[in-house]
């Protein structure tokens, strides 16, 4: 997961403002990887400034009240990364239904994930693509 996850995981980084006093909680770590980045980053970490979620949204079992508990630990102003490589009409969509279908994974466009942080609750809300990649990164804030 470290190796075939680090690029998508350092294009979203690039999406987001990260500060040396943030507290970051990554929401599913896999191999660890990218909490190490982050900490490199937020050395000095005080309040739960910033979610990241890479790679995972697509198992959570219901995403609206996934995204709502989030959005709950978070401090007014704070951030919710949700970065992944597997998402509706990306590039390479077929083959990777064939592969998440068994895994009985989520699989949202970018409308979907647009929808997905409104009704969780989220503002600012921001979607990047990388289509040539398959890569999608969702941004959204706790209102202040």
């Not at 937020?42 to 790679?55: H, I, N, Q």
Request: glycine share 10%.
């Amino acid at each position: 997961m470290n190796m075939s996850h680090s690029s998508v995981t350092d294009w979203g980084l690039k999406h987001v403002e990260i500060e040396e006093h943030f507290t970051i909680l990554d929401v599913g770590c896999g191999g660890g990887r990218t909490i190490e980045k982050l900490a490199a980053l937020a050395r000095r970490g005080m309040v739960l400034k910033l979610v990241t979620a890479v790679e995972t949204q697509y198992y959570w079992p219901d995403l609206v009240k996934d995204m709502q508990e989030i959005l709950r630990v978070l401090k007014p102003g704070g951030t919710l990364i949700v970065i992944a490589e597997s998402y509706k009409k990306r590039a390479y969509d077929r083959r990777q239904r064939l592969v998440m279908k068994p895994l009985r994974s989520t699989n949202l466009g970018v409308n979907e994930h647009r929808e997905l942080f409104s009704t969780a609750g989220f503002t600012d809300i921001q979607i990047f693509e990388e289509r040539t990649k398959g890569w999608i990164c969702g941004i959204g804030k706790k209102p202040v």
